[in-house]
Nanobody
Framework: QVQLVESGGGLVPAGGSLRLSCAAS????????MHWYRQAPGRQRELVAT???????SYTDSVKGRFTISRDNARNTVYLQMNSLKPEDTAVYYC?????????WGQGTQVTVSA
């Protein structure tokens, strides 16, 4: 019912910026929250940012002030603007959308930050 496709990852030096995009299709309600997660090698998947009704946002402490989540409801797309990137931000980044108790995930996009 829902398909998510992430893009925008890549290799960037420390201090650089990237903007990730997640295009959603299927049954999408703008009132439902959307999330960005990341998973680094050997580590558990971590919630990075969430955007909810009224464009309220929340972030994990390690990215506050550096990352910004936003959404374009007309395009069913959520973004993650990442600035001042650090090597520890290196991970596969996934977007996630929950609908009627089911979590839908994209395939992920690799972000690599070189020291």
């Amino acid at each position: 019912q829902v398909q998510l496709v992430e893009s925008g990852g890549g290799l960037v030096p420390a201090g650089g910026s990237l903007r990730l995009s997640c295009a959603a299709s299927g049954t999408i309600f703008s009132a439902n929250p959307m999330h960005w997660y990341r998973q680094a090698p050997g580590r558990q998947r971590e919630l990075v940012a969430t955007i909810t009704t009224g464009d309220r946002t929340s972030y994990t402490d390690s990215v506050k002030g550096r990352f910004t989540i936003s959404r374009d409801n007309a395009r069913n797309t959520v973004y993650l603007q990442m600035n001042s990137l650090k090597p520890e931000d290196t991970a596969v980044y996934y977007c996630c959308y929950s609908l009627w108790g089911i979590d839908y995930w994209g395939q992920g996009t690799q972000v690599t930050v070189s020291a």
